[in-house]
């Protein structure tokens, strides 16, 4: 599946997407307790929330003191997000191809953008987090757990097809390290009764 193909997915289910998962994160203390954390690690620093959809942990970031912008791939999920939370920046942007300037960045969070692509462009996508973080920067990173393919035919109703990739994270973890990053902290959390039942995995590394 092309990057076409997912954009016109999560395009045309922006709307359904805002009502069922915008206040998704009022479920989940841990996410809450480790954006929080994030946040103090990067100390005032500039994040980039890649694959924010319509915002919602954009906006956690932002209540919670920290420099942020949102990024996502969907045109239609900023407009979302822009009209959800005007007080934060919002921008469309690719992940393979940041248009940010080396080591412009101090913390990354990546909640779940990768779990449309493969290992082998997921090695392209750390790569690029990596030149845009700035030396000691912080990569937040969560994807769901067990090696498997998911194939969606009707996304949220639309009629769109979408695939989803789970990760072994002892993979992810390897594929980190090749990119150059330190691991701090990789732990991995049974589902919330409100969520699909996958298993989810949160990543804590520096780039050095």
Same mark, same amino acid.
Request: charged residues 25%; glycine residues 6%.
């Given at each position: ?23 998704? @994160? ?24 890649? %694959? ?10 932002? $209540? ?19 009209? @959800? ?7 469309? %942007? ?42 000691? %920067?912080?990569? @937040?990173?969560?994807?769901?757990? $067990? ?62």
């Amino acid at each position: 599946m092309n990057q076409e193909q997912i954009t016109e997915a999560y395009d045309a289910a922006a709307c359904m997407y805002v009502e069922k998962c915008f206040d998704e @994160l009022s479920y989940k203390p841990l996410d809450r307790i480790l954006i929080s954390r994030f946040i103090e690690m990067v100390n005032g620093g500039k994040i980039l929330d890649i %694959g924010c959809g319509p915002g919602q942990t954009t906006k956690y970031i932002h $209540e919670n003191r920290g420099n942020v912008i949102g990024m996502d791939i969907s045109g239609e999920m900023i407009s979302a997000a822009r009209e @959800l939370n005007p007080a934060i920046q919002f921008s469309i %942007g690719d992940m393979f191809n940041l248009k940010l300037k080396d080591s412009e960045i101090t913390g990354i969070s990546s909640f779940y953008a990768i779990v449309n692509f493969q290992y082998p462009d997921i090695l392209k996508i750390f790569r690029e987090y990596y030149r845009v973080l700035n030396r000691k %920067g912080i990569l @937040l990173l969560s994807f769901h757990v $067990e090696e498997k393919e998911l194939k969606v035919e009707n996304f949220f109703e639309t009629g769109k097809p979408l695939d989803f990739y789970y990760f072994d994270e002892n993979k992810i973890i390897e594929i980190l390290s090749e990119t150059g990053f330190n691991m701090i902290e990789a732990l991995v959390r049974f589902p919330y009764k409100e969520e699909y039942p996958s298993k989810r995995a949160y990543i804590f590394a520096e780039k050095w």
